[in-house]
């Protein structure tokens, strides 16, 4: 879809948004019941290649990242750029999915926390630990060497197939592996860029490793 098209079925569905064509920005209330809203701003210069940037405006969340909120640039902290890469690739496929499915629940999810003072769902770490989070997500499996010596392949150009033992070490080839679980999730994490797993290698899983 066009991303005009993309805009104005936005505009169409959340009437209490406007577009700046200037700034290439969504702003204004954002409703996620009937009776809680948030003021925002969608920063659309980012996308489709990564999430656009969200901001709560009206200062209700405060500027701390254990309340997922980036404190250099006072963005909401919506997922890590790989994970919003593979679900660009697949789900996350217009504007209005990506407010309906990323933006609301993020804001419902701070709702809750304001009310009983813990989130309703499981979140990662923050920082390094939450970008390895991420990737242990990504490929369902928690042996961080394992994937930083897959991303390191991958980055420089090796591919598995199915009949080549799973990334996991189980010694089991990747489309038998916890019944094609493995295969299925190795397909979504060759969605990522090179250049986003080389950043990501090189400081954040890299800089893990050394410190454990």
Do not use: W
């Not at 242990?136 to 980055?155: E, G, Q, S, W």
């Not at 009949?163 to 299925?184: F, V």
Request: net charge positive.
């Amino acid at each position: 879809m066009d991303i005009k098209q993309e805009i104005n079925e936005v505009l169409l569905k959340y009437k209490t948004l406007s577009y700046n064509s200037n700034s290439n920005h969504i702003s204004g209330e954002l409703f996620i019941s009937k009776d809680d809203s948030y003021d925002i701003l969608i920063d659309l210069s980012s996308y489709p290649s990564s999430f656009p940037n969200v901001f709560e405006t009206s200062e209700r969340i405060p500027i701390k990242v254990d309340r997922h909120i980036y404190t250099d640039t006072g963005s909401c902290c919506l997922t890590t750029k790989a994970k919003a890469q593979v679900l660009l690739k697949t789900q996350i496929t217009s504007l209005t999915i990506f407010i309906k499915e990323i933006v609301i629940p993020y804001f419902q999810n701070n709702s809750y926390f304001e009310i009983n003072k813990k989130y309703k769902t499981d979140e990662h770490s923050h920082g390094v630990l939450g970008i390895v989070e991420g990737y242990r997500d990504i490929l369902k499996m928690n042996k961080d060497y394992l994937i930083a010596k897959l991303m390191y392949n991958r980055i420089n150009g090796e591919k598995l197939k199915i009949h080549n033992n799973c990334y996991c070490g189980s010694g089991i080839t990747l489309k038998k592996c916890t019944s094609g679980l493995h295969d299925k999730h190795y397909r979504l994490f060759k969605k990522i860029d090179k250049p986003l797993l080389e950043y990501d290698l090189y400081n954040y899983l890299a800089k893990h490793l050394t410190l454990k």
